[in-house]
């Protein structure tokens, strides 16, 4: 069984700076991938940004720029980095953690808010 705890969510003005960071433990594999997702008000759950275990990254157009993933494999840690700030990033966003090929290993995090507002 796999756990992910978030923490770094919170309230802050537009153009501010917040780093989440997610700890998972349990049988955890340096190629997993790892992953963050956001599900704003009245919106579906997107993906925001992902890293392999190699490092690769991919990130949704809207955070392009602003937004940085990555890990500490030896902490088995997955950080992201959040710039520039907007409303439009207000959302509970959850860490994800998959393994390549096994479907079922697939494990979620409880989710920690992130509001932007003056």
């Known amino acids: 069984q796999v756990q992910l705890v978030e923490s770094g969510g919170g309230l802050v003005q537009p153009g501010g700076s917040l780093r989440l960071s997610c700890v998972a433990s349990?049988?955890?594999?340096?190629?997993?991938?790892m992953a963050w997702y956001r599900q704003g008000p009245g919106k579906q759950r997107e993906l925001v940004a992902q890293i392999t275990g190699g490092g690769t990254t991919n990130y949704v157009d809207s955070v392009k720029g602003r937004f940085t993933i990555s890990r500490d494999n030896a902490k088995n840690t997955v950080y992201l980095q959040m710039n520039s700030l907007k409303p439009e990033d207000t959302a509970v966003y959850y860490c994800n953690i998959r393994r390549p090929f096994y479907t079922y290993f697939d494990y979620w995090g409880q989710g920690t808010q992130v509001t932007v507002s003056s």
């Open positions: 349990g049988s955890i594999f340096s190629t997993d991938v």
